[in-house]
């Protein structure tokens, strides 16, 4: 049983979408979400069927619209006016059902683009919040979907609590490489206030992802913008000492060796285990060994 309420969206112009969850329930986000680059998003609740995940996901690799995925999926379920479940996919054809058994309040709502669907929660205005929220921000898809949960949640939420969320953001247009095509894919399985511990991952996942760009843009040889990105990276996530190496090692391969060494020099001090770090680096040859570089670690 997943009691909860969910999202699920597509946003085209960003090429985009995903989905997130919260319930009063351990690990929401392992059963309830499912969405794949390329193909759509599927969430399936109420008394669940798991199975309604990855074979919705299958349905549409093989062309089936939304209505036709959830139509084909509830008419072989026996237990069908228990089940609750939303499919979207990439053009962002929207369907979604709720069964006359799920426990009240239980509805959907679907905009352009999206859906808001739930169960044994407060009332239409968990609902209601939802779509509005959605509707109304003009930000990146995740802080949408983010936002979406946070006003469901003010609205009165589930009726027994907080206890998971989940949120995933996949490319529409899939590349084939996981490092791309999953943009953001996060989960809280057991807390107290998952909705703010949440909004906290998806914070550092910004930050790392950020980090990440910077590196692609190293390699291409853009050393400004890399710099810039980094700066961004360590911006969002200023407890995030991995960023700040991180960035000490990319303004050394970029020519701005002082402030590296200055920072490299507060990093190893606050936590020795960077100076092995970067001693493996110019072993590894992940580096140059340099004499700027060697005097730190003597340093430490």
Known sequence: MVGTYSIIAVDLE?????????????????????????VGVVATQSIVNGRYGPLGLAMLRNRLNPKEVIEAMTSIDA???????????????????????CIPFAGHRIGKGFSVQANLVEGQEVI??????????????????????????KAGGDIRGSQSAALIVVKINATGDPLIDKVIDIRVDDNPNPIYELKRL??????????????QLLSRGLKD????TYEHACSLAPEASELRFWKAI??????????????LRKEI??????????KRLINSRFLETLDELEKILEES
């Open 202 to 215: 998806l914070r550092i996942q910004k930050a790392y992802n950020k980090a990440n760009e910077a590196e």
């Open 128 to 153: 209601d919040s939802m779509y509005e929220a959605f509707e109304s921000n003009e930000g990146n898809l995740a802080d949408r979907l983010m936002t979406a949960l946070e006003n469901a949640e």
């Open 79 to 101: 237990a069908r006016e228990y089940r609750q479940v939303a499919v979207i996919n990439t053009i962002g054809e929207t369907h979604a059902y709720t069964g006359s058994k």
């Open 14 to 38: 960003r090429n985009e979408m995903g989905a997130a969850v919260q319930s009063h329930w351990f690990s929401v986000g392992n059963i309830v979400v499912w969405a794949e680059a390329g």
């Open 269 to 278: 001090k606050e936590n020795a285990r960077y100076g092995k770090l970067l």
């Open 250 to 263: 990319t303004l050394f391969n970029c020519g701005e060796k002082e402030e590296a060494k200055a920072l």
């Open 225 to 228: 913008e890399a710099l810039e």
